[in-house]
């Protein structure tokens, strides 16, 4: 017979394992402690030092440290070094933000061979002539044509009687709404102006499908859902406005008897920007195991990305994925990372969000991270995303000068001490909520550890100060790991059904390797 806090205890373990699931979109440090380093982000020292290479600054730091120095002049300086750093390993332990709580690095440290540019981007706008030659590749050849929106003469006359069946039966609808009428009525309202609308539509509608090819133009977004012609109301005419600034082009074709789709959109607004092309071959996906193995899926991946002219990009990760919502799927996962002047983009989550008066924070990028994803199940390539594109402006620094490693690490452990309490284990930070209830179960946590497994140093977006069209490509320092919470019941890696739960990696902080402010990856600054 259980206890009657047992339940309490065992709901708390759950929410230990499962809410792991979401730290690949959620990293941590995004709600900073009131006592967080920022090192004046994005502000003057970070503008000073881009100016700073290397060579120089080695220099320099070797004729400083020939000179003595106040205490003040010390204080106020930072070391740099010439890249890159040389560590490959790093071990340390300490207490977090409280009793109980305990920070473990036992690490890989990655570092990039060769310069640590700066490098100013901007979005880059999707053209016609792209889609055009990624969707050559990924239709192999075969003929592009507008997707199929215009109904036969028959599909009118079969939708018009559906909906005149579904009028007929008001008794059903009325059941159905828990004896709402209004909503009903509404309800029926619409169907009978779809009817208007798909009668006027009959005479000129074709007797046969017909297909035209594709002019590669791009369509305001309701020009590929006719049915929001029918939108009567001013808040429905208000989001058909909202949406249209959203320019769409789609084309099909088949494929081995499959049909297969592209879909781009793009947004040019000050309030948030979208680039984004998709590729879909849903029927190609795989219903028992897949024999492909790993290897071949990331050789089968890279050779896509070339052919699309992605040969810049290098695969971040591999997953083997085992679906079966809402049907049986096997598949493989492939993440890539840009490279720009040799060095890659260390993959991060993906922005909360892009809309920042929506997000409360008027600083927050407003264009997501520049990502690019290829599924592949047994052998068939199923699905493409290509987001956010960028294009350089400049290389604002060639080789730039950056904080030494002891001195990161100095920064990443006041982090950690300052912001690593019980509560900041359940992640509720993560997704910007702060609440009683999470305290609560905080207090049940006997013990924490978070363990530091991969530090790398690799290029990390951020905004540029005072311009809402630009960002820049900076040398920033990455710390991942997993972690681990013990209470009276258990430790929090287990199920409700006593199974251990897969290790989930977090990012537990991202830190700009030149100026050792902390970059906030989730609002993009």
């Not at 750093?85 to 990655?110: K, L, R």
């Not at 007797?207 to 090819?213: A, F, M, S, V």
């Amino acid at each position: 017979k259980e206890r009657g806090g047992d339940m309490n205890h065992r709901k708390l373990l759950q929410k230990l394992a499962i809410i792991a699931a979401f730290s690949l979109m959620a990293s941590a440090c995004q709600a900073n402690p009131d006592a967080a380093v920022v090192a004046d982000k994005g502000g003057d020292l970070l503008e000073s030092r881009i100016q700073q290479n290397a060579e120089t600054s080695a220099a320099e730091s070797e004729s400083l440290s020939a000179e003595s120095f106040t205490s003040e002049s010390v204080e106020d300086r930072q070391r740099t070094v010439i890249n890159p750093v040389n560590v490959t390993h790093y071990e340390d332990v300490y207490p977090g933000a409280e009793d109980g709580v305990t920070i473990q690095i036992d690490a890989e440290v990655q570092i990039p061979e060769g310069k640590m540019p700066v490098i100013r981007v901007k979005p880059h706008e999707i053209t016609s002539d792209e889609v055009k030659t990624w969707t050559a590749v990924l239709f192999d050849g075969n003929t592009a044509y507008e997707p199929e929106i215009t109904m036969t003469k028959d599909e009118l006359e079969e939708v018009i009687l559906q909906l005149r069946q579904a009028i007929g039966k008001e008794d059903q609808l009325l059941e159905d709404w828990n004896g709402n009428q209004g909503e009903v009525d509404d309800i029926i309202a619409m169907w009978e102006r779809q009817i208007e609308y798909y009668e006027a539509q009959y005479e000129s509608a074709p007797d046969e499908k017909i297909r035209l090819e594709t002019d590669w133009t791009f369509h305001p977004y309701s020009y590929y859902e006719p049915a929001m012609a029918l939108y009567e109301n001013e808040e429905e005419k208000n989001e058909i406005e909202l949406l249209d600034k959203t320019m769409c082009l789609k084309a099909e074709t088949e494929l081995d008897g499959r049909t297969v789709s592209v879909s781009v959109s793009k947004r040019e607004e000050s309030d948030y920007i979208l680039q984004n092309f998709y590729f879909y071959d849903d029927a190609a996906y795989s219903s028992i195991p897949v024999k492909q193995t790993e290897e071949e899926a990331k050789l089968q991946a890279m050779e896509l990305a070339e052919h699309l002219g992605f040969g810049n990009w290098q695969i971040d990760s591999c997953t083997l994925v085992e679906s079966h919502f809402p049907d049986d799927k096997y598949y493989y996962v492939l993440d890539f990372i840009p490279c720009y002047e040799g060095v890659a983009v260390t993959r991060q989550a993906q922005l909360a969000g892009v809309n920042g008066e929506e997000m409360g924070d008027s600083y927050a990028a407003n264009y997501y991270y520049e990502t690019l994803r290829i599924e592949i199940s047994e052998n068939n390539i199923t699905y493409v995303r290509y987001m956010s594109p960028l294009e350089i402006i400049s290389i604002e620094n060639s080789d730039v000068a950056i904080l030494a490693f002891d001195e990161i690490m100095d920064i990443f452990k006041n982090q950690m001490q300052l912001e690593y309490t019980k509560y900041r284990f359940l992640h509720y930070a993560d997704f910007g909520q702060d609440n009683s209830a999470g305290k609560k179960e905080a207090d049940e946590i006997l013990s924490a550890e978070a363990t530091i497994l991969d530090i790398r140093l690799g290029l990390a977006r951020i905004r540029v100060k005072d311009n809402l069209e630009e960002y820049r490509l900076v040398p920033a320092w990455t710390f991942r790991g997993t972690e681990v919470c013990e209470t009276s019941f258990g430790q929090g890696n287990e199920y409700l059904d006593g199974t251990e739960a897969p290790a989930e990696v977090y990012t537990y902080a991202v830190i700009n390797a030149i100026d050792g402010s902390l970059i906030n990856v989730s609002r993009g600054y």
